[in-house]
């Protein structure tokens, strides 16, 4: 974060933010000061209610990358003035703009004219003496152009003739108009409004870039276009295929002369006959066409790129949290099966608290198809260590390892076994990081992949915090963004899941410490060096023995680590250590034991909160106590409950339209969701066929994770795309009724086509849309929806 500014700013800086999160400038101010402080969001969310008001950590996590952009903002204001200052040209009055400048887009339109560059035409012009002829036709259009521009002649300075010299002066205007900050953030806001993004395929891109080809000439208003559309388009630019332009309009040359028309009013130019009109139109022409028009295009598309990175990130961002988030199945003997064919299906064992006890390999599929010595080995592996889940691997011949384990569970009824296919994402990435190389430094590379598949199932959050973010695989466009932002965002996601459940600190690993308020992954390595060590914490004061984790970090990871059956019963709570006073008046009061008072639910709703606020704590976080002690360390998380995929189901070639089957929500996109039916393939139920009502963003309706019932809309396998919809009872493409089915299924109807690179792609946001003018006409519906859907895991 930049360095804290003057008192004056950094209360002007809280009174914008304040405003802009709903807030007011004492709790923006209050919750400034403790991230300045070193706190975490999640700490100060949930402790610190009573200093800030009770900002949630939504609205912190907001305040928080304000703070940093308008902390930027005065250091690139100081740097700006700094630089003016030294080449003595700040007035008063430019400083005043400057100071009142309110984003960097207005700030650098401002410091532009003064900005350091390479000499300029202008400024060899300037250098010959031609600035008077300039000024001279601006201010008296009366004078003849080439009259006046021979009295400049000027071999010595480089000025040979007429020509040189009025080229030279129309340079110095071009300049000029080209960098004044009021023309240049008028027009900035005008073709933002009117501006047509304008895509058009490269000269003999059109087989090279055929998944594009819907965008070989496409029209859409930029103030308009979806994120990821836009996306599809910068990445395709970038690929050479396609060419994108902005055009001031739906008609381009009307347009254009528009943005001349601009620029001449603001230079108080008017073609009235007079002898030096033309020149000066001309002027005003090619500042609009050779200065301005690609420097705000480009300036355009930088900052409409930012929004939809933004949108993507937050996508991203969301489906991170669900998975995180999802139903853990708890505390069971789990028997992980990484998939495979050729190499075989990778078998790993894990205990109640995951700890690795067997493996093995089989090679039940084609070739060997060792159909059944796997099924004994496995048998043997589940009788010995009483095996309750199966956990198999979605990837490469998981179905048909999914009817072995099916196999399995007839062939030992005895053990009440279940099977649940579980998302792989990201076991490949953790089985050769450096971290399963520590956790496992003597196991194959391949069977680590089968440890995360089962613990995963165990316990989301756990296991997933091992595997960079980006790597998990439910984004939309992630590889077109900007990787640190991502990278910034997901790991704020990650630390609001594992600080929203709690850690057990008896239990977990380091990476799952380190995510943990406060802890830096030094200190969660010496967490679990010293538990090896000592053996399991016996109480949360035990902690500041633990090397490097002083008072601070204690203060705020203490309240986030839980410690069952210790030494104090509310170690095992959301209690922070702090507020245990508190615990201690109630229990005074009611002559009762702390255990006693846990789970009396009657009881604590009974107690009134008011009566135990000191100068510390206020009814906030009395009443959080309270809660928290009716049922401590509750987690937030859903039941567990696992998708049954339909028997004989197994392949493209299996599905029928119509079929209604059960299927997991891999991955939730800003038009529909992705939905894994047990077929190698995800389906894709588009924003419009998710809801019998109007859904504007599809994670109102599902997100990654949930267990839905979907209809087999189309199958398209040359192209491996599946239609679904959760609407039951729509009707199929061609049957009675599909008119109107077909209406209600055009959301978007624009697909990306260069989606299924990047693990996703796009049919449109928006529900029915008006297509833009000069766009193709859209498909039928059916059609429309098949274009819109591709691979939805990213296996990179």
């Known amino acids: 974060m930049s360095e804290v500014p003057s008192a004056a700013l950094a209360d002007q800086i809280a009174r914008t933010i304040a405003a802009e999160i709903g807030a007011q400038p004492a709790q923006a101010r209050a919750a400034i000061g403790l991230l300045d402080e070193g706190a975490t969001v999640p700490f100060i969310a949930r402790y610190r209610k009573e200093v800030t008001g009770g900002l949630d950590d939504t609205q912190l996590r907001n305040l928080e990358t304000r703070l940093t952009y308008l902390r930027e903002l005065e250091d690139r204001r100081a740097a700006v003035l700094s630089s003016i200052e030294e080449q003595g040209k700040l007035t008063d009055a430019l400083r005043g703009d400057i100071e009142a400048a309110d984003s960097k887009a207005r700030l650098e339109d401002l410091y532009l004219p003064y900005k350091p560059k390479r000499r300029t035409k202008a400024q060899i012009a300037r250098e010959a003496g031609l600035e008077p002829l300039a000024d001279g036709l601006l201010q008296d259009p009366d004078q003849v152009p080439e009259a006046?521009?021979?009295?400049?002649?000027?071999?010595?300075?480089?000025?040979?003739?007429?020509?040189?010299?009025?080229?030279?002066?129309?340079?110095?205007?071009?300049?000029?108009?080209?960098?004044?900050?009021?023309?240049?953030?008028?027009?900035?806001?005008?073709?933002?409004?009117?501006?047509?993004?304008?895509?058009?395929?490269?000269?003999?891109?059109?087989?090279?870039?055929?998944?594009?080809?819907?965008?070989?000439?496409?029209?859409?208003?930029?103030?308009?276009?979806p994120s990821h559309r836009l996306l599809a388009l910068f990445r395709a630019r970038r690929e050479e295929i396609l060419y994108l332009d902005l055009d001031p309009g739906a008609d381009a040359e009307a347009g254009h002369l528009h943005g001349e028309a601009r620029v001449a009013q603001h230079a108080g130019v008017r073609a009235q006959g007079r002898p030096a009109d033309k020149w000066l139109m001309d002027a005003c022409r090619l500042t609009w066409k050779a200065k301005l028009h690609l420097h705000l295009m480009l300036d355009l598309f930088g900052q409409a790129r930012e929004k939809a990175e933004a949108e993507a990130i937050a996508v991203f961002g969301d489906n991170l949290k669900d998975l995180l988030l999802a139903a853990p199945a708890g505390p069971r003997v789990v028997?992980?099966?990484?998939?495979?064919?050729?190499?075989?299906?990778?078998?790993?064992?894990?205990?109640?608290?995951?700890?690795?006890?067997?493996?093995?390999?089989?090679?039940?599929?084609?070739?060997?198809?060792?159909?059944?010595?796997?099924?004994?080995?496995?048998?043997?592996?589940?009788?010995?260590?009483?095996?309750?889940?199966?956990?198999?691997?979605?990837?490469?011949?998981?179905?048909?390892?999914?009817?072995?384990?099916?196999?399995?569970?007839?062939?030992?009824?005895?053990?009440?076994?279940?099977?649940?296919?579980?998302?792989?994402?990201?076991?490949?990435?953790?089985?050769?990081?450096?971290?399963?190389?520590?956790?496992?430094?003597?196991?194959?590379?391949?069977?680590?992949?089968?440890?995360?598949?089962?613990?995963?199932?165990?316990?989301?959050?756990a296991e997933l915090v091992k595997i960079e973010p980006k790597a998990i695989g439910v984004g939309q466009y992630q590889h077109d963004v900007d990787g640190f932002r991502l990278a910034r965002a997901l790991d704020a996601?990650?630390?609001?899941?594992?600080?929203?459940?709690?850690?057990?600190?008896?239990?977990?690993?380091?990476?799952?410490?380190?995510?943990?308020?406060?802890?830096?992954?030094?200190?969660?390595?010496?967490?679990?060096?010293?538990?090896?060590?000592?053996?399991?914490?016996?109480?949360?004061?035990?902690?500041?023995?633990?090397?490097?984790?002083?008072?601070?970090?204690?203060?705020?990871?203490?309240?986030?680590?839980?410690?069952?059956?210790?030494?104090?019963?509310?170690?095992?709570?959301?209690?922070?250590?702090?507020?245990?006073?508190?615990?201690?008046?109630?229990?005074?009061?009611?002559?009762?034991?702390?255990?006693?008072?846990?789970?009396?639910?009657?009881?604590?709703?009974?107690?009134?909160?008011?009566?135990?606020?000191?100068?510390?704590?206020?009814?906030?976080?009395?009443?959080?106590?309270?809660?928290?002690?009716?049922?401590?360390?509750?987690?937030?998380?859903?039941?567990?409950?696992?998708?049954?995929?339909?028997?004989?189901?197994?392949?493209?070639?299996?599905?029928?339209?119509?079929?209604?089957?059960?299927?997991?929500?891999?991955?939730?996109?800003?038009?529909?969701?992705?939905?894994?039916?047990?077929?190698?393939?995800?389906?894709?139920?588009?924003?419009?066929?998710?809801?019998?009502?109007?859904?504007?963003?599809?994670?109102?309706?599902?997100?990654?994770?949930?267990?839905?019932?979907?209809?087999?809309?189309?199958?398209?396998?040359?192209?491996?795309?599946?239609?679904?919809?959760?609407?039951?009872?729509?009707?199929?493409?061609?049957?009675?009724?599909a008119a109107a089915g077909d209406d209600r299924m055009r959301g978007g109807g624009r697909r990306d086509p260069g989606a299924a690179r990047n693990g996703v792609n796009a049919g449109g946001g928006r529900q029915a849309p008006r297509p833009p003018r000069g766009a193709p006409s859209a498909p039928p519906a059916n059609n429309a929806l098949a274009a819109a859907f591709a691979k939805a895991k990213d296996k990179r």
């Open 335 to 461: 028997l992980g099966l990484d998939p495979g064919l050729r190499t075989g299906v990778k078998v790993a064992v894990v205990d109640s608290t995951g700890k690795l006890v067997d493996t093995d390999t089989i090679y039940p599929h084609q070739p060997r198809n060792q159909w059944d010595a796997s099924l004994h080995t496995l048998r043997a592996l589940c009788k010995k260590h009483a095996v309750e889940l199966i956990a198999i691997g979605n990837g490469t011949a998981s179905r048909e390892t999914d009817k072995l384990a099916g196999d399995l569970v007839k062939l030992a009824p005895e053990l009440k076994m279940q099977k649940i296919v579980v998302s792989e994402a990201g076991a490949s990435v953790y089985s050769a990081s450096e971290f399963a190389a520590k956790e496992f430094p003597g196991l194959d590379v391949s069977l680590r992949g089968a440890v995360s598949i089962a613990r995963r199932l165990q316990d989301p959050l």
């Open 148 to 225: 006046l521009a021979s009295t400049f002649i000027d071999s010595d300075k480089g000025v040979a003739d007429t020509k040189a010299a009025l080229d030279g002066a129309r340079a110095i205007l071009m300049e000029r108009w080209g960098e004044d900050a009021t023309l240049v953030g008028e027009l900035r806001n005008w073709l933002h409004e009117v501006g047509q993004i304008r895509a058009r395929v490269a000269d003999g891109k059109e087989a090279e870039g055929a998944k594009y080809r819907d965008y070989f000439d496409h029209v859409e208003p930029l103030a308009r276009i």
């Open 493 to 737: 996601r990650v630390e609001d899941c594992v600080n929203a459940v709690g850690v057990d600190v008896n239990t977990a690993s380091a990476a799952l410490l380190a995510r943990v308020s406060g802890v830096s992954s030094t200190v969660a390595e010496n967490i679990v060096v010293y538990r090896d060590g000592n053996g399991a914490f016996a109480s949360r004061k035990e902690l500041l023995k633990v090397p490097r984790l002083g008072d601070k970090t204690f203060e705020q990871c203490a309240g986030f680590l839980r410690i069952a059956g210790g030494d104090q019963p509310l170690d095992a709570s959301s209690v922070h250590p702090e507020a245990y006073p508190v615990v201690e008046r109630i229990v005074r009061d009611c002559g009762r034991e702390v255990k006693q008072l846990i789970g009396d639910t009657g009881f604590l709703r009974s107690v009134r909160p008011e009566q135990y606020t000191d100068e510390r704590f206020g009814v906030p976080t009395v009443r959080d106590i309270l809660r928290e002690l009716e049922k401590p360390g509750r987690d937030p998380r859903p039941e567990f409950r696992a998708a049954r995929f339909a028997e004989g189901v197994e392949e493209l070639k299996d599905l029928q339209a119509g079929m209604v089957l059960e299927g997991v929500v891999s991955n939730v996109a800003a038009f529909g969701a992705f939905v894994d039916i047990g077929v190698h393939q995800d389906g894709l139920v588009h924003i419009s066929a998710l809801s019998d009502r109007y859904v504007k963003d599809p994670r109102e309706v599902v997100k990654a994770g949930d267990v839905v019932k979907v209809k087999v809309l189309e199958v398209d396998i040359p192209r491996k795309r599946i239609a679904l919809t959760c609407r039951l009872d729509d009707p199929l493409p061609g049957e009675s009724g």
